[in-house]
């Protein structure tokens, strides 16, 4: 069974940064494509960022380019979000999330497997 557990949120004030982990276990990690989504109090969950499961592609929304940065580390089993340049509007819940389906492109990945969150608070 699938098991991802995030750690790392907490309260920054804006321009600081943070950087959210997220251990998995239950299966070949490196067999699959990893995301960062967030949702944010009365808005719909969005895809932040994803990184292809050999760690060669990546995507990031137009709203957090150039500020964060998504890795992995496979012989750990673990994918990172490095934060930085918070603002007041990327408080939300992170969740991270693991591809259904081995070898995905990033384009094809179904994100089916979630963490349980993390929060991400920015203060102004």
């Known amino acids: 069974q699938v098991q991802l557990v995030e750690s790392g949120g907490g309260l920054v004030q804006a321009g600081g940064s943070l950087r959210l982990s997220c251990a998995a276990s239950?299966?070949?990690?490196?067999?699959?494509?990893m995301g960062w989504f967030r949702q944010a109090p009365g808005k719909e969950r969005e895809l932040v960022t994803s990184?292809?499961?050999?760690?060669?592609?990546?995507y990031y929304a137009d709203s957090v380019k150039g500020r964060f940065t998504i890795s992995r580390d496979n012989a750990k089993n673990t994918v990172y979000l490095q934060m930085a340049s918070l603002k007041p509007e990327d408080t939300a819940i992170y969740y991270c999330?693991?591809?259904?389906?081995?070898?995905?492109?990033?384009?094809?990945?179904?994100?089916?497997?979630w963490g349980q969150g993390t929060q991400v608070t920015v203060s102004s």
């Open positions: 239950g299966r070949t990690f490196k067999h699959y494509a």
């Open positions: 999330a693991a591809d259904t389906f081995a070898f995905a492109t990033l384009k094809a990945a179904k994100f089916g497997y």
């Open positions: 990184i292809s499961y050999g760690g060669s592609s990546t």
